[in-house]
Nanobody
Framework: QVRVAESGGGLVQAGGSLRLSCRAF????????VAWFRQGPGKEREFVAA????????YYHDSVTGRVTISRDNAQGTADLQMNSLKPEDTAVYYC??????????????????????WGQGTQVTVSS
């Protein structure tokens, strides 16, 4: 039974930083791609960032490029999302997802929700202005 769980959400002022963490339980984590998605109030869920099996390749949505970094520690079974220079529009529930493949053959693959097999329950991030 594979389970994914997020932690680290909270309330932060605009311009501040937050680090989210994702932990995978019961999985051979180093054979999975991992990603973060988010769903803001009244919005559809959207892709934020992803990494291949060893973190050597990372991918970001244009809206967060330069402000967000995804990293993973396969020994610990974790994948973190460091978010800096946060904006009110970053307010959302952030979800971690893991997919049973080492990598995607094209960038578009990382953005597609159906490429991921396991999802966490989400963690709330609220950025005040």
């Amino acid at each position: 039974q594979v389970r994914v769980a997020e932690s680290g959400g909270g309330l932060v002022q605009a311009g501040g930083s937050l680090r989210l963490s994702c932990r995978a339980f019961g999985a051979t984590f180093n054979t999975y791609i991992v990603a973060w998605f988010r769903q803001g109030p009244g919005k559809e869920r959207e892709f934020v960032a992803a990494a291949n099996w060893d973190g050597s390749s990372t991918y970001y949505h244009d809206s967060v490029t330069g402000r967000v970094t995804i990293s993973r520690d396969n020994a610990q079974g974790t994948a973190d999302l460091q978010m800096n220079s946060l904006k009110p529009e970053d307010t959302a529930v952030y979800y971690c997802a893991a997919g049973r493949k080492y990598y995607c053959s094209d960038y578009g693959c990382y953005e597609r929700e159906h490429e991921y097999d396991y999802w966490g329950q989400g963690t709330q991030v609220t950025v005040s202005s």
